[in-house]
């Protein structure tokens, strides 16, 4: 069974701060996915990594795979009150969306 | 992607009754499934809903409890059968594209 780990579980900021959400496995990942959740919805797709050593960034977000495919980082810089929310990744196996491992989550607030 | 819908969003039952809810994607899909998610935390997978034959459950998931339909490949429905307020949860819907999974809006359950 493949486990993804987050951390911080909780992360309380204030506007305009930087800040790192980890997601961790001793799996190996064909891809991984970050979504973004707002209470009341259902999670979005943020963005997805399958290259090994491959950053991604979105506007204020970055995304790292990490080189041998098995950890990966989201930085968020300039924090905005907008970005709160509960932060997932996701990892896929073999190609296919029906082995999608799911981490434990971030809690991010950001404080106006 | 994939735009999908859920109904109810929300619903408020009383125990030992049974609640069904719908999921609608606006696109033909293979794969199609069923999480269970507590406020804040990360997602748990109930069960694959299979077109043509039986959903496939996860451990510590069983077809009498949560009964799943899969008449066509835009459409599914999951039943909470027999309910106690330990039901009460966010149920999601996805779908599977690639490696990526599209989720529904989600239906908020209040077991009393």
């Known amino acids: 069974t493949q486990l993804l780990e987050q951390s911080p579980q909780f992360l309380s900021i204030q506007e305009g701060e930087n800040l790192t959400v980890y997601c961790n496995s001793s799996?190996?990942?064909?891809?991984l996915q970050w979504y973004r959740q707002e209470p009341g919805e259902g999670p979005v797709l943020l963005v997805t990594v399958v290259t090994g050593g491959e950053v991604k960034k979105l506007k204020r977000l970055t995304f790292q795979f990490g080189d041998a495919r098995k950890d990966s980082s989201l930085h968020i810089t300039a924090a905005q009150p907008g970005d709160t929310g509960l932060y997932l990744c996701?990892?896929?196996?073999?190609?296919?969306?029906?082995?999608?491992?799911f981490g434990s989550g971030t809690q991010l607030t950001v404080l106006p | 992607s994939a735009v999908i819908s859920q109904k109810p969003s929300r619903d408020i039952c009383q125990r030992g009754t049974s609640l069904t809810i719908q999921c609608q994607v606006d696109s033909q899909v293979t794969m199609m499934f069923w999480y269970r998610q507590q406020p804040g935390q990360s997602l748990t997978l109930i069960a694959t809903a299979n077109q043509g034959s039986e959903a496939t459950y996860e451990s510590g998931f069983v077809i009498d409890k949560f009964p799943i339909s899969r008449p066509n490949l835009t459409f599914s429905t999951l039943t909470v059968s027999n309910m106690s307020p330990e039901d009460s949860s966010i149920y999601l819907c996805s779908v599977g594209v690639g490696e990526t999974q599209y989720f529904g809006p989600g239906t908020r359950l209040l077991v009393l």
């Open positions: 996701a990892g896929a196996v073999s190609g296919s969306a029906r082995q999608l491992t």
């Open positions: 799996s190996v990942f064909s891809s």
